[in-house]
Nanobody
Framework: QSQLVESGGGLVQSGGSLRLSCVAS????????IGWFRQAPGKEREGVSA????????YYADSVKGRFTISRDNAKNTVYLQINNLKPEDTGVYYC????????????????????WGQGTQVTVSS
């Protein structure tokens, strides 16, 4: 069974940066689209970014555009989420997920579009 493992979370001050990593256990996941979701306490899990496997097309939620950058390194079976200018409202557990189907608007940020999920990494931003 394919697995995803997130890392890179932590406690940072507002305005700081983090780079989250999502490592897949199998190179077959290089053919999958990867999405990043986050869940703040008491809120629904929301999609923040995704990257297609076929052509590297990227997607971002409006709330993170200009601050988040998603990228992938297929040689390392890894997808990254660079987060700059962190804000307290970015606090939450960040999950990566893999989709065996093609990612496209408007479903790239729908949980039902993804087949596999990681366990999450905590990001806490202090003001």
């Amino acid at each position: 069974q394919s697995q995803l493992v997130e890392s890179g979370g932590g406690l940072v001050q507002s305005g700081g940066s983090l780079r989250l990593s999502c490592v897949a256990s199998s190179s077959t996941l290089n053919r999958y689209g990867i999405g990043w979701f986050r869940q703040a306490p008491g809120k629904e899990r929301e999609g923040v970014s995704a990257i297609r496997s076929s052509d590297g097309t990227t997607y971002y939620a409006d709330s993170v555009k200009g601050r988040f950058t998603i990228s992938r390194d297929n040689a390392k079976n890894t997808v990254y989420l660079q987060i700059n200018n962190l804000k307290p409202e970015d606090t939450g557990v960040y999950y990566c997920a893999a989709s065996s189907g093609p990612l496209r608007r408007p479903w790239w940020n729908s949980r039902s579009s993804y087949n596999y999920w990681g366990q999450g990494t905590q990001v806490t931003v202090s003001s």
